[in-house]
C-alpha cells in the first residue's frame, strides 16, 4: 500500500488535553502571538498575503481556547 505523502506543519496554535503517569489530567493551550506572528511576517515573508486573516484567526484561537481551557478544569478539579 501506498503511503500518503505527508505535508510539514509548523504550529500557530494547539490546545492538548493529556493524562499524566500518575493520573492527573493535563491541559495545556499553546500559541503564536498575533503581533509576533504579523511583525515576523512582514519581515520574513512581506508578499504573502494572508498575513492579516492569520492574525485574525489567531486572535480569535486565543480567545476561544481560554474559554475552553476555564470550562474544562470545572471537569476535572474536585
Known amino acids: 500500500m501506498k503511503q500518503k505523502p505527508t505535508t510539514k506543519i509548523d504550529a500557530l496554535f494547539t490546545l492538548q488535553c493529556g493524562l499524566t503517569r500518575n ?9 503564536v ?9 512582514k519581515q520574513e515573508a512581506p508578499d504573502f498575503d494572508g ?3 492569520i492574525a485574525s484567526l489567531l486572535r480569535y484561537l486565543k480567545t476561544a481556547g481560554s474559554e475552553v481551557m476555564e470550562k474544562a478544569y470545572g471537569y476535572v478539579q474536585s
Open 33 to 41: 502571538d498575533p503581533d509576533l506572528f504579523t511583525e515576523t511576517m
Open 51 to 53: 498575513t492579516f486573516q
Open 23 to 31: 493520573g492527573d489530567v493535563k491541559l495545556e493551550m499553546d500559541y
